[in-house]
């Protein structure tokens, strides 16, 4: 029997809302958890709709984990991993980034992604450490099994069902022992993997290898390794290991007016290594070629890369009132004059604050900005926050008279999905600010591009849930380096962690009770959280405690136990029971025991009633570009309502150039 998966879908009826958000009464324009998607592709937008995708009723739990195996294969390519360093690992180490935002990773991260998905449709997993590899394996049947979605294999047994990694470890080592010849002699192992025209690894090696489907001449369907590399690895007896990871992210998106996502097939040479991988191999492969060999199995009719680039772009028209239909604050502002947005009085200041959110990782960006600045004791500035707003700092002052401005911002939001800009405008009516455009450009996986094959596809563009509802997170490293600058940490996020030690990559029990505690606030009212950590607790009487309050600390409500024995694990939990209209509140994990107690990460997400989202339906426009023969065509559609569904025709080998979404 299958056991329930720790984290539950947050569901919750339509609400409509129009709400102020600011000391001026107004009316949101924006709509959430969009997305887009081709009848190419599976809908892999959030870890729950990948399970609906690959999962069928009726599977066994040796099928449902070999469908969770495929859907690492598909959209995940073996190669340096990408860095967010939110996490002890340094690496993205979440099943929905691996699959939407980049399409890639090393084999830690693929054992995550098989860890994450089987525990979320209920099974138990683990890591293992082999020589130069590592691997993650489920639970089902009263025993373990290996899956290995990095280089695309599992073993099947000649006597039926699947091996784990100590059943591998033992043939190889026994085969090892009867023929010592070969031990510590890769050379050796290559030369029997290639004698008899490549079989011979076949006829004369361990039974369960040769047993082994994946296997083309002896080598992993990507070809870069081989029968030989599986002999030298899995001679050890292996380490268990929680390649932990993170839950909650998703691939949805939003629009309000003047903003456009567009998803580009290629890449621009931008990548979330660039500042420490200037050349990265994989910008320029495309499959079938090389070690993208195995893509058309996997994907059949793909002939896209492994990076592609793009550009999330908001230039509201700030005469029309656009900037109030999608700004945090937007206060003591008016609109028109010598000045397309000035402050309403010459007293007080007019403040606007503008988030930026993607669903696809920041690389950088740039505010392109039109003032007027009248005299010297007039005022118009740009501040910039990636905590969530907690802090802000100024990137530019206009200068006096007329100026037209492109403000950097530099690597403040490299690997940040969210960010907001304070634009604040104090003086005469005759200062202001004419044109502001903010643009960022952005990291997908072109797999889940919503590409065309030849002849009839079926588009669907569609709301994944409430429209009405947005999420805020809370990620960041824990680390006791000051200088740290690469994402968010405890610090610039206002986690304060009390009678624990502080070391970089990890918090540590040291005795008594420790506590982490983490702030958390939304714009709006919420409707529910979902949150978790990859922890350790060897002992059995060590635990991590977590717990939930609303009204700052004066009250706890339980809100989850992560329990000893165990080198590690990761769990995720939701909380829905939360008190009318609250914004505010704090998570706090509680260590106790008698062991080793750590936590290496942890993630909230806050859902919440989004004061910004528009009470009624604004239609936008999808627009797909691609070439036919190297002739660039385009179909562009106005999207009605929720849930869309409308055809693209193409002709003979469409190469897709990219797809656009904008509420103009």
Not at 17 to 33: D, E, K, P, V, Y
Not at 68 to 90: C, I
């Amino acid at each position: 029997m299958r056991r329930p998966g720790p984290l539950c879908v947050l569901t919750c009826s339509i609400l409509m809302l129009g709400a102020a958000a600011s000391a001026q009464s107004r009316t949101g324009g924006r709509i959430n958890n969009l997305k887009g998607l081709s009848d190419k592709i599976d809908d892999v937008t959030t870890a729950e709709n990948i399970l609906k995708a690959f999962i069928k009723p009726g599977m066994t739990d040796e099928q449902r984990s070999i469908a969770l195996w495929k859907a690492g294969v598909k959209y995940r390519h073996q190669t340096a991993p990408p860095n967010e360093y939110l996490s002890a690992d340094w690496e993205a180490h979440d099943p929905v980034k691996l699959f939407n935002v980049y399409g890639y990773c090393m084999c830690c991260c693929a054992s995550s992604i098989v860890e994450a998905l089987n525990r979320l449709d209920g099974r138990e997993t683990r890591g293992r450490i082999l020589n130069g590899h590592s691997v993650p394996e489920v639970e089902y049947g009263g025993a373990w099994h290996l899956f290995d979605c990095s280089l695309l294999n599992y073993f099947p047994k000649p006597e039926g069902g699947l091996a784990s990694v100590d059943e591998i470890s033992a043939s190889i080592q026994n085969w090892l022992a009867a023929h010592p010849e070969m031990q510590g002699k890769p050379d050796k192992l290559f030369e029997l993997m290639k004698s008899d025209g490549w079989m011979g690894w076949k006829e004369r090696g361990p039974a369960l290898l040769a047993n082994n489907p994946f296997y083309k001449f002896g080598y992993w369907p990507a070809r870069t390794h081989g029968w030989d590399a599986t002999m030298s690895e899995y001679n050890t007896k292996a380490g268990v290991y929680e390649y932990g990871y993170q839950l909650g992210h998703r691939a949805l998106f939003s629009l309000r007016p003047g903003e456009s996502i567009v998803r580009e097939a290629g890449n621009r040479g931008l990548h979330v290594n660039r500042a420490q991988m200037a050349s990265f191999d994989d910008l320029s492969k495309h499959a079938p070629a090389g070690d993208l060999a195995y893509v058309p199995d996997a994907m059949p009719g793909f002939t896209g890369g492994v990076v592609a680039n793009g550009t999330h772009r908001y230039a509201p028209n700030l005469g029309a009132g656009e900037l109030a239909l999608g700004a945090l604050t937007y206060d003591g502002l008016a609109t028109g004059g010598p000045a397309a947005l000035h402050a309403a009085a010459s007293a007080k200041p007019g403040v606007a604050v503008i988030e930026m959110n993607s669903p696809y990782v920041y690389l950088g960006g740039r505010v392109r900005i039109s003032a007027i600045r009248r005299s010297a004791s007039d005022r118009i500035t740009l501040s910039l926050s990636t905590n969530n707003g907690r802090s802000f700092r100024q990137i530019w002052s206009a200068a006096q008279g007329s100026s037209d401005a492109r403000v950097d911002l530099g690597v403040a939001v490299v690997r940040r999905y969210a960010y907001q800009l304070k634009l604040e405008v104090a003086g005469s009516p005759g200062s202001g600010v004419n044109t502001i455009a903010i643009e960022s450009d952005i990291q997908h996986a072109p797999r889940t591009l919503p590409w065309l094959g030849k002849g009839s596809n079926t588009i669907t563009i569609a709301a994944d849930s409430n429209p009405h509802i947005a999420t805020r997170t809370v990620a960041c490293r824990i680390t006791a380096d000051p200088q740290f600058d690469k994402n968010e940490t405890l610090g610039s996020m206002g986690a304060a962690p009390d009678n624990l030690d502080l070391r970089d990559e990890a918090l540590w029990w040291k005795g008594g009770s420790g506590t982490l505690t983490v702030p958390f606030e939304t714009p709006g009212d919420m409707v529910g959280l979902r949150y978790g950590a990859q922890i350790r607790a060897r002992g059995v009487k060590d635990l991590v405690a977590l717990s939930l309050s609303f009204d700052g600390g004066k009250s706890w409500r339980d809100a989850g136990r992560i329990a000893g024995p165990t080198p590690g694990t990761t769990r995720y939990f939701q909380f829905t029971a939360l008190p009318p209209g609250v914004r505010k509140g704090l998570l706090r994990f509680t260590l106790t025991g008698d062991n080793t107690v750590g936590i290496f990460n942890f993630r909230l997400d806050a859902d919440y009633k989004d004061t910004l989202a528009s009470a009624a339906f604004r239609p936008f426009t999808v627009t797909h570009r691609w070439r036919e023969n190297g002739e660039l065509k385009s179909k562009s559609v106005q999207i009605p309502h929720l849930p869309y569904e409308y055809n693209i025709v193409a002709g003979t080998n469409p190469e897709m150039d990219s797809v656009t979404y904008e509420m103009k």
